[in-house]
């Protein structure tokens, strides 16, 4: 069975820091695209971050520079370091997986798998 978890979200002021991690129960997880998105209260899930299996990142141009994806395959988990966060970051963020085929285009319809979700909440 498919697990994907994520922890690490929280309350922080804004310009400060968050680390989400999310740990995946995928007999392959080395071969997927992981991905994280997240979605703000009445608006549409979207794409944040992604990175191939070979560890090639995308992000999406509101976070560039702020924001680092990363992925320890040997562990099989998964990581978003949010740095300088603005209340407009608020949101839950959810991890995902899929094949690596459009990983780069952070569309969630090319993620197969999805994680429950944590809430990240930045205040001005």
């Known amino acids: 069975q498919v697990q994907l978890v994520e922890s690490g979200g929280g309350s922080v002021q804004a310009g400060g820091s968050l680390r989400l991690s999310c740990a995946a129960s995928?007999?392959?997880?080395?071969?997927?695209?992981m991905g994280w998105f997240r979605q703000a209260p009445g608006l549409e899930r979207e794409g944040v971050a992604s990175?191939?299996?070979?560890?090639?990142?995308y992000y999406a141009d509101s976070v560039k520079g702020r924001f680092t994806i990363s992925r320890d395959n040997a562990k099989s988990t998964l990581s978003l370091q949010m740095n300088s966060l603005e209340p407009e970051d608020t949101a839950i963020y959810y991890c995902?997986?899929?094949?690596?085929?459009?990983?780069?285009?952070?569309?969630?319809?090319?993620?197969?798998?999805w994680g429950q979700g944590t809430q990240v909440t930045v205040s001005s």
């Open positions: 990175i191939l299996s070979d560890g090639s990142t």
């Open positions: 995928l007999s392959t997880y080395s071969s997927y695209c």
């Open positions: 995902a997986a899929g094949g690596n085929w459009r990983c780069d285009r952070l569309q969630s319809r090319y993620f197969g798998y």
